[in-house]
């Protein structure tokens, strides 16, 4: 296949630019600045708001999967929640004018868009995870942090940017992920990993906020069933089907480390370590509780469906990759 992939270049880009060039297909990158990439992937500059000769990328390939967006991994000040909208809004809908204007269209467009859209899991009452058929979206718990409550707003704009372009000749999926576990440097598993070698992999205001997640190559898996699956569109949760509570995903991280002790903390606690490391809260305290209901019933077999084999996996790929 020829595919395009906007904001490919981050730690989820990498992961697929890298597996879809291994399988053959033909791959672009759209990026705001040059790279230099790995051999067999090409690359074009765009500024993710505006058309350009960006565009042609598009004209003639089989597939855009845009990844597009700002880093949640900052505080949420106003300034950054603005960003955070913007690059995700402004991409979705520039990519959609693109797709609009081509003379041959891409069969398949893949919208990044993320697991957060739900509402904290904590507030169901019937104590369900939330999918695709019965999930409730968020923005209207009580005693929510406004800056969560931005966020699910971010992520319903993000969907309805591609939702309401007019690209009839094209499918259209919405990927609402859940946190991309890898082995690669900067990511959150790498990030958790930390906490837990230096004994700081704790419970967080008593450990009970679910975690959805997926381990890398499952999400590359399922990327490629969305691509060929003709009858797959709409919102798609990429998720493992094993959401755990924090304290216990935690309890096997430290465990996949060698037994490290995992000191707990505070809201408060939480709170400092969060400024302090310039991130916010809501990625340690929301309850995030989702299943892939769309997923499953395709027939996708996850590589990795729970978190303590999976855990122990991405640590044995980490260590290999830290060896002389």
Not at 29 to 58: C, F, I, K, N, Y
Not at 281 to 290: C, M, P
Not at 291 to 311: N, Y
């Amino acid at each position: 296949m020829k595919v395009v992939i906007p904001g490919g270049t981050g730690q989820v880009g990498a992961v697929l630019r890298r597996a879809l060039a291994a399988r053959g297909d033909d791959v672009t990158v759209l990026s705001r600045r040059p790279e230099q990439l790995e051999d067999g992937v090409r690359h074009a500059v765009w500024d993710g708001r505006t058309l350009g000769a960006w565009a042609d990328e598009l004209d003639g390939a089989d597939a855009v999967v845009n990844l597009a967006g700002r880093s949640v991994s900052c505080r949420y000040t106003d300034a950054n929640l603005r960003q955070m909208m913007d690059s995700r809004v402004d991409s979705a809908r520039v990519v959609g004018e693109a797709i609009a204007r081509a003379a041959r269209p891409p069969a398949v467009w893949l919208q990044m868009s993320t697991a957060t859209i739900y509402a904290d899991a904590r507030s169901r009452a019937d104590d369900l995870p939330h999918d695709e058929t019965n999930g409730i979206l968020g923005g209207e718990e009580p005693d929510v942090p406004l800056s969560w409550e931005y966020s699910v707003r971010i992520a319903r704009r993000w969907e309805a940017a591609q939702a309401e372009t007019e690209v009839p000749a094209t499918r259209r999926v919405a990927l609402r992920t859940a946190m991309v576990m890898t082995p690669d440097r900067g990511g959150v598993f790498d990030y958790l990993s930390w906490m837990a070698r230096l004994g700081l992999g704790g419970p967080v205001a008593g450990g009970r906020q679910h975690v959805s997640w997926i381990h890398g190559g499952d999400f590359v898996r399922a990327v490629e069933l969305l691509l060929e699956r003709e009858d797959l569109a709409g919102p798609v949760i990429v998720a493992a089907p094993d959401p755990v509570q924090q304290r216990d995903l935690m309890r096997s991280l430290r465990a996949a480390w060698g037994g490290r002790p995992g000191l707990p903390a505070t809201r408060f606690m939480a709170e400092v370590g969060a400024f302090t490391l310039r991130t916010d809260t809501e990625l340690l305290l929301k309850s995030r509780r989702v299943v892939p209901r769309r997923l499953l019933d395709a027939g996708f077999t996850f590589a990795h469906p729970t978190w303590d084999e999976a855990a122990r996996a991405l640590v044995a790929q980490a260590r290999a990759r830290r060896r002389p």
